[in-house]
């Protein structure tokens, strides 16, 4: 389960990227990885590696477009090494893959580390003590731009489980990429739509005093 308590990053993400997206990205991954492990299951062990983080990057990336271009989240076109970028709300959503356990390595792009600066705004909204609860939704709605990354986390091993990630997450970075101002496996993370739409739904009509009256009278 995950934890319920609000978080305001998590918030921003649920007002503007669809629930469709996030499942649609999820699956796209897993896919374009598994295509690309099978692309070379007949390259020997001393290129397999190197092999396979490339076919991953090309397979990954096209699925990944495919995914942004099916929810109209206008992906970028797919380019020689070049991420695709995509667009939804005022995220900027773009995607990198790690071995489990070092994220650090998601700053090494220029390219991430410029797109990550767009989360300056973003930052204030993770810092204890600074804002209250309504001066951060306030703040919340001022927010015009921001960069989020799907990040598919492999064990980094030819032995266990090199076909697919460990895990996709969502991650939101700091201003530059040192740090995460929110992070959450999507599994996890598409489970705060119904959380949100279990609370839309618990409103309770409460009858006028004058219906009430009526029909006690009756």
Known sequence: ????????????????????????????????????FYATEQIRDGH???????????????AFSDALEAAGASPTPIRGNTVVVGKAGIFTLGRFNISAGIWYNGRRSRARRAMAYANRAIE????????????????????????AFFVA???????????APLSVDIAVPDPHMNGWLFREPL????????????????AVPVLKSDILQRREGT
């Open 187 to 202: 599994t996890l993370f598409a489970q705060r739509y119904e959380v949100v739409t279990q609370q839309l739904d618990a």
């Open 153 to 163: 986390c492999f064990s980094g091993s030819l032995k266990h489980q090199p076909d």
């Open 48 to 62: 397999r590696s190197t092999a396979l983080g490339q076919m991953r990057h090309i397979h990954m990336n096209e």
């Open 1 to 36: 389960m995950i934890d319920v308590r609000e978080h305001p990053v998590a918030e921003l993400l649920l007002k503007h990227v669809p629930r469709d997206l996030i499942l649609g990205i999820e699956d796209a991954l897993v896919a374009g990885a598994k295509r690309g």
């Open 124 to 147: 204030p909204l993770v810092q204890p003590g600074l804002f209250e609860t309504q001066t951060l939704r306030a703040a919340s709605d001022e927010i015009s731009t921001g960069t």
